[in-house]
């Protein structure tokens, strides 16, 4: 069974570009998360999907972070005008119900200059 | 708000030696606990998940829930230098919901042979 995939592993960009992520979850598994990963940190949510719904982004900063689930599978999240203080590592992890376990793919590295 | 404080920040062992990490949580209804690795550059693998007090062993890894103590640790048996990572403490449930998992920030375990 393949696992999450997230694309592209790592993006440079200089302060004020856009850049977006994309996230392949595990076939079948309906709820989707976005996490944040700050070096030395823990990841700290983001955002959440039940299918194409979303559950819970009261921690996603909404004036540049967009996070979509059109068809309920693949998701984006998508950072406009990217500032220094978003270098961190953006997570992806599926779960197939509520409450069960999350599984997390590899990440996206991002750094901004 | 929920909050979760690992120590120590790292921990160097033998190969062979056991290693022993700590989490202590801050909402004492909380009801799920697990223990995540994070090697370098890729994503989270979840070693163990508890969700009442005691012992649950999967394999070499031993996590310890001790709620009205607000505390739970991971034992590592035998440690081997490929064990060599950031651990990472996650709570949920209660409050939160149990889809929400609070991270902590990480120990960073070095095995040396």
New interface residues.
């Given amino acids: 069974e393949a696992?999450?995939t997230q694309s592209p592993?790592y993006a440079v960009l200089q302060e004020g570009q856009a850049v977006s992520f994309w996230c392949d979850p595990i076939s079948g598994h309906d709820?989707l998360?976005w996490y944040q990963q700050p070096r030395?940190?823990?990841?700290?949510?983001l955002v959440?999907f039940r299918d194409e719904a979303v559950?819970?982004n009261s921690q996603l900063p909404s004036d540049r972070f967009s996070a979509v689930r059109p068809k309920g599978t693949n998701s984006t999240l998508k950072i406009q005008s990217a500032k220094q203080g978003d270098t961190a590592t953006y997570?992806c992890?599926s779960?197939l119900i509520?409450?069960a376990?999350?599984f997390?793919?590899?990440?996206t590295?991002l750094t901004v200059l | 708000q929920q909050k979760?404080q690992q120590s120590p920040e790292s921990l160097t062992v033998s190969e062979g030696a056991m290693a022993s990490l700590n989490c202590t949580f801050s909402d004492g209804t909380s009801n799920?606990f697990?223990w995540?690795r994070q090697h370098s550059?890729?994503?989270?693998?979840?070693l163990v998940?508890i969700f009442s007090d005691g012992e649950k062993e999967e394999g070499r890894f031993t996590a310890h829930l001790n709620r009205a103590n607000l505390h739970v640790s991971l034992h590592i048996r035998e440690p081997q230098p490929s064990d060599s990572a950031v651990y990472?403490c996650?709570v949920s449930g209660a409050t939160g919901g149990?889809?929400?998992?609070t991270?902590?920030?990480?120990t960073v375990l070095s095995v040396i042979p």
């Fill in positions: 696992g999450v592993r709820t998360y030395d940190q823990g990841p700290q949510l959440y559950i819970d997570l992890a779960s509520n409450y376990e999350q997390f793919g590899p990440g590295r | 979760v799920n697990r995540y550059a890729k994503g989270l693998e979840v998940s990472l996650a149990n889809n929400k998992l991270f902590g920030q990480g």
